[in-house]
């Protein structure tokens, strides 16, 4: 991390130094939220919920973060490699399905260290990898043996969408490499008797207002190229927030129509599509949004 290279940013600041790369963190840990969390994929939150650890920073920056206050690293309380560790085991105490990794790319060697840490005092839960999706396949390597599950984005498979709402022109072809390495790792999905992931991959996509031609194209390369490899999870949930700047971005403005969710949904069915979550019912609100006040750190 002194000449950080994590993330495809490779901004090299030296954050061992006290200096905040471009994720907006030093190697100093970070977190706003480590709670169960009932709101991910059934197979992944369960009854019990996910041991999600929420960490502040983010290598992408998305004009429409829904998580933009921890994004921005305007929230964060510093944590310990050993606190860390503590916290994964609590939450295991808790009962949780799994310890849940959000936004982690930018702090990967503490949070292996802690792993380490946690496993030799009884950790044993899955690990997910929960992620935008802009991941270098190096950085990824080194989490082989320690990441169970993969929880990525797929955002983008237009370079300029990708520029315009990511600051990323190169999120498609990142995300690509990223994703087949991911897959690499954790081979097919595997649950246990009650429905609970294992291991695997699932890839996510917020369809986004004005979106739905591109958001066709990744649904389509996603199932050409992995099939049954992975599950997808198209969620329709995109809430326009207070932090979007309505000027520069009027399209975005507005929550996605039933129907633009419906056509893509249809179109991943007519694919031949049949591992994969959607949503149902309301669900571009705030109150989907955490609370991210310290709770658990």
Known sequence: MNGCMLCPRQ???KREEGKRGFCGESDLIRLSRAALHMWEEPCISGTNGSGAVFFSGCTLRCVYCQNYHIANSEIGKTVSVERLSEIFLELQEQGANNI????PTHFVPQIIAALDQARKKGLNLPIV????GYEKVETLKRLDGYVDIYLPDFKYLDPEHAKKYSGAEDYPEVAKRALAEMVRQ???PQFDEQGIMKKGVIVRHLLLPGCLRDA???VKYL???YGDQIYMSLMNQYTPLDTLNREKYPELAKKVTKKAYDVLVDYAIDLGVEQAFIQEGETAKESFIPDFSYEGV
Do not use: A, D, P
Request: net charge positive; proline share 0%.
């Open 100 to 103: 849940n990794l959000v936004t």
């Open 223 to 225: 199932y050409e190229t």
């Open 11 to 13: 901004c090299q600041i």
């Open 216 to 218: 066709r194209r990744i």
């Open 186 to 188: 954790t081979g097919v």
């Open 129 to 132: 990898y929960n992620t935008s």
